[in-house]
Structures are given as C-alpha cells and as structure tokens.
C-alpha cells in the first residue's frame, strides 16, 4: 500500500509538469527553432526594437511611452520575411525581481499577416526602476522564432 501512495505522488507531479507545458503553449523539451538577435543598444522603453536574422525580421514597440504600470500597454509586431504565420505570443518578465508573467497573444491587423497587435498590463514593482524583458515567440507552419527584448519601468 505504501508504493502506492508513492506511485500517485510521481503521477501528480508527472500530471502537473504535462499540464504546464500544455496551458503554456511551449514544449520546453523541444530545441527547435530560430533565435532573432537583437541589437544591444535596444530598449523598448525608448524606441521601437529590432530583431532578425537576415531573413527574417522582427520590429516591435510598446506604447504608451514611458512604459506605465497598472496600465494597458499596447503591442505593435512587424513582421517581414515569414509567410504562413499561425501565431505571435509576447511574455514579460521581470529581470531583477520575480513578477510573474504577463502575456498576450497578438491578433492579426492586415490580411498579409505581416502586422500584429495585442495588448498587457504590467504589475506595480516596490523598486522605482524595474527591469523587464519581452519575450516575443512566432510560429509559423514550418518553423518557430523566438526574440529577447529588454525595457524599464519606473514606478515614481
């Protein structure tokens, strides 16, 4: 009776790893895909950003500027050199502290697929200046791409 308990303890965690992965939309067992590089002076906060990989290209910006909390952000995408494009995900997390994650799913604005939008909001921080990073991931019928992004916020 013992190993039974023991079995449904494994089985709970086994369950709960699998429903992550599910509700997330990302299988972090798998390694395919194409990283976007972004230029190192990029800073969301300030302009629109930059990611490619001389195919394909990203341009992304947040607006309002200066990014708030506790308000609606809206999410701009450019995409060119993709075609068949299924979905554009961005996550944001925190870089010096533990926020959680806020996330969107853009919808399409053109027929072409080629701009999308979307829209989060980001948490109140106890630090005046918080670090972010917007994970932005694409996925298109044969591929997926993935692009880093970092921004601030103040919170004074």
């Given amino acids: 009776m013992r190993w039974l308990s023991g079995a449904g303890i494994v089985l709970a965690l086994l369950s709960g790893v699998g429903g992550f992965l599910w509700w997330s939309g990302e299988d972090s067992l798998s390694t395919s895909g194409v990283l976007l590089q972004t230029a190192s002076d990029c800073r969301l906060d300030q302009e629109s950003c930059q990611a490619d990989n001389g195919a394909v290209r990203l341009i992304l910006s947040l607006s309002p500027r200066p990014i708030p909390v506790m308000k609606t952000i809206r999410?701009?995408?450019?995409?060119?050199?993709?075609?068949?494009?299924?979905?554009?995900?961005?996550?944001v997390t925190g870089v010096n502290m533990y926020m959680g994650e806020q996330s969107a799913r853009l919808q399409p604005v053109n027929e072409q697929s080629s701009r999308w939008a979307g829209s989060f909001m980001l948490p109140l921080c106890t630090s005046e200046v918080m670090l972010w990073q917007a994970n932005v991931h694409i996925t298109t019928t044969d591929n997926h791409y993935q692009a880093t992004l970092p921004f601030q916020t103040r919170s004074r």
């Fill in 75 to 91: 999410v701009d995408a450019e995409l060119t050199g993709l075609t068949a494009v299924q979905s554009v995900d961005i996550r």
